[in-house]
Every structure is written in structure tokens, then in C-alpha cells.
């Protein structure tokens, strides 16, 4: 089996969980490939049994142009994808916290609510990847 976890990181922390993600999966022999969305060529999402995207959120709560120009290359809903996203609570409150990844997850019918990451997801947070990603692998485990 293999995922694909494709992100979107301008200063690092979206790139800190997608990471964590990466190893964790790696941790429990599930194949990971990486994909850095407006940066690494097109890549194939149907090859693909389960799907990891995130993104963080931009202006008042705006989904970054790149993240949308991926969801178009991707062209269909995959029904696997799990979103993850990193924000801050003092762009607008709780209202507009990790919009993007919400929205996102919305429109793919995602099976999981969106992982919200405030910042880098170093110290405590970490324990919200873990629970959330238990959730997402009790799938793939089933699956696998
Ligand atoms: C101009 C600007 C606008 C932002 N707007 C929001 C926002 O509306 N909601 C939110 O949750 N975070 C917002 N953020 C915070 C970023 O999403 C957050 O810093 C994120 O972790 C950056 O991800 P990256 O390190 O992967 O690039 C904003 C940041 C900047 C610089």
C-alpha cells in the first residue's frame, strides 16, 4: 500500500506535520511518497490508497492559489484524502483558524475532520497528530 502526502509550506510549519505524518507512517511499514505542491512535478493521485494534503491558510482565511492549483491538476475527488493544516488563532480568531484546511476537507468529503495545527507543531501539539492520525490509520490498517 502507498500514500502520498502533498503539502503546501512557505515558512516551515506545514512542512513540520507533514513530516511527523511521514514518519509515523513510515514507523508502521506503510509507503510514503512526498510531494511538494508548486514545487515537484505532477504526480499521479489515482496511484494512490490513501492521500494526505496540507496546507496552511492565508489571507482571512484563504486557501493558498498553489493548493488550489493542485486541487485542479488532481482534476476528481479522490474519496481517501485526509487534510491537515497549520494557522494561526491571531488571524482572525477562531473563525478563520486553518479555514483552508477545513474547506478543503469539506470538498473532498473528507472521512476525517481536518488536523488544525497552530503554528509548528513542535511541544504539545503533538499529541493532536497522533490522536488524529490514529483515526486515519484505523482505516488504512483495515485496509491494509
Ligand atoms: C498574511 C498572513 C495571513 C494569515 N492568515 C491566516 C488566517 O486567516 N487563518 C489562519 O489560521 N492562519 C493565518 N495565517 C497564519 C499561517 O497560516 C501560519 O503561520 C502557518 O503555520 C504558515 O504555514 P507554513 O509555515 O507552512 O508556511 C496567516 C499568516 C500570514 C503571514
Redesign the pocket.
Known amino acids: 500500500m502507498r500514500t502520498l502526502i502533498a ?10 506535520v507533514a513530516e511527523k505524518v511521514d514518519s509515523k507512517l513510515k514507523q508502521i511499514g506503510v509507503g510514503v511518497d512526498m510531494h511538494r505542491i508548486g514545487i515537484d512535478p505532477p504526480v499521479n493521485v489515482a496511484a494512490y490508497q490513501y492521500v494526505f494534503i ?1 496546507t ?7 486557501t493558498p492559489d498553489e493548493v488550489k492549483d493542485f486541487v485542479l491538476e488532481v482534476g476528481y475527488k479522490p474519496d481517501n484524502v485526509a487534510v491537515f ?8 480568531g477562531d473563525n ?5 484546511a477545513e474547506k478543503l476537507a469539506t470538498f473532498y468529503d473528507s472521512r476525517w475532520p481536518a488536523l488544525k ?4 507543531p513542535r511541544g504539545s501539539q503533538e499529541q493532536l497528530i497522533d490522536q488524529w492520525l490514529e483515526r486515519v490509520l484505523e482505516d488504512v490498517r483495515s485496509y491494509a
Open positions: 503539502y503546501l509550506s512557505y515558512s516551515g510549519n506545514t512542512k513540520e496540507g496552511f491558510t492565508w489571507e482571512m482565511g484563504s493544516g497549520t494557522g494561526d488563532t491571531q488571524f482572525g478563520l483558524y486553518c479555514k483552508a495545527i497552530e503554528q509548528s
